[in-house]
């Protein structure tokens, strides 16, 4: 009987330490060059559902959605530029939130294309930070919040690159 109260004490363990994970600290590997500078191919990263999923994200925190399109189904990583009821309005290489030119010192390059918009309710606008070669908001339009799976609060890999976020 005691062996069967210690396999239940270390099964309830484990379960919980998988929720805290699961809600405050689930690690994402950065596929890809779309977020470069900032975050490379290979870079670990912890992020927070749970900041997701009680809206705690705001203009220029970089967020992980589940996204389907025409090459299958993946999670990916994009800065938030506009939210519900903003503006946004790309033109001659320049990203504007509510008619003001937004200040974005981790892009090296122009942002391409014309986009003029207003973010419906329940809507993100993301770019990624290498815009040249970033698949966003863009080309594949509004993110919904519902598909936010986290917002990015670590940088813990490579060692080197450790920042919070």
Do not use: C
Request: glycine share 8%.
């Amino acid at each position: 009987m005691e062996v069967v109260k210690d396999w239940l004490k270390t099964i309830l363990y484990a379960f919980v330490i998988v929720l805290i994970l699961y809600f405050f600290a689930w690690p994402v590997t950065i596929e890809g060059e779309s977020m470069s500078p900032t975050f490379l191919d290979g870079d670990k990263v912890v992020t927070s559902r749970l900041l997701t999923m009680t809206g705690k994200y705001t203009i220029g925190d970089v967020v992980v959605f589940h996204m389907i399109d025409v090459d299958g189904e993946r999670d990916v990583i994009k800065r938030v530029i506009g939210m519900a009821g903003d503006k946004i309005e790309i033109k001659d290489g320049v990203v504007y939130r509510n008619e003001e030119q937004i200040s974005e010192e981790y892009i090296t390059d122009v942002t391409e294309g014309e986009v003029s918009l207003t973010i419906p309710k329940g809507g993100l606008f993301v770019l990624g930070d290498n815009r040249k070669y970033s698949y966003d908001s863009r080309k594949m339009g509004i993110v919904s919040e519902s598909e936010l799976k986290g917002k990015v609060i670590l940088r813990w890999y490579p060692f080197k690159t450790i920042k919070r976020f």
